[in-house]
């Protein structure tokens, strides 16, 4: 089975830029579909953004977040990557990517319970 694991978290400024990295431990990244979620303190986990299997043909972004994120995939790295733009003191939040088989129509890349397999998550504090 495939391990992501998380990285890039950090704190910075509001306004600013981070780009957060998935990368894969224990088989190839590319036959799984790769999403993000956050998770603030108090609050239920909630989708961010997520990227196809494959060549990374199909992305899905948060409707409130579109526009400040960037999803993608490297497969020669075994790695996916989010780039949050313009961030602000609310997209402080633990952030998860996650991996699952997109193949049959029906995945739905916005819902935790289409990713088998979780990362531990990494901290993005943004600071007002």
């Known amino acids: 089975q495939v391990q992501p694991v998380e990285s890039g978290g950090g704190l910075v400024q509001s306004g600013g830029s981070l780009r957060l990295s998935c990368a894969a431990s224990?088989?190839?990244?590319?036959?799984?579909?790769v999403g993000w979620f956050r998770q603030a303190p108090g609050k239920e986990r909630e989708f961010v953004a997520a990227?196809?299997?494959?060549?990374?043909?199909?992305?899905s972004f948060a409707d409130s977040r579109k526009g400040r994120l960037t999803v993608s995939r490297d497969n020669t790295k075994n790695t996916v990557y989010l780039q949050m733009d313009r961030l602000k003191p609310e997209d402080t939040a633990v952030y998860y990517c996650?991996?699952?088989?997109?193949?049959?129509?029906?995945?739905?890349?916005?819902?935790?319970?289409?990713?088998?397999?979780w990362g531990q998550g990494t901290q993005v504090t943004v600071s007002s």
């Open positions: 996650a991996a699952g088989v997109d193949i049959g129509g029906s995945f739905d890349y916005s819902l935790t319970k289409s990713y088998p397999y």
């Open positions: 224990g088989r190839t990244f590319t036959a799984y579909a």
């Open positions: 990227v196809s299997s494959g060549s990374g043909a199909i992305t």
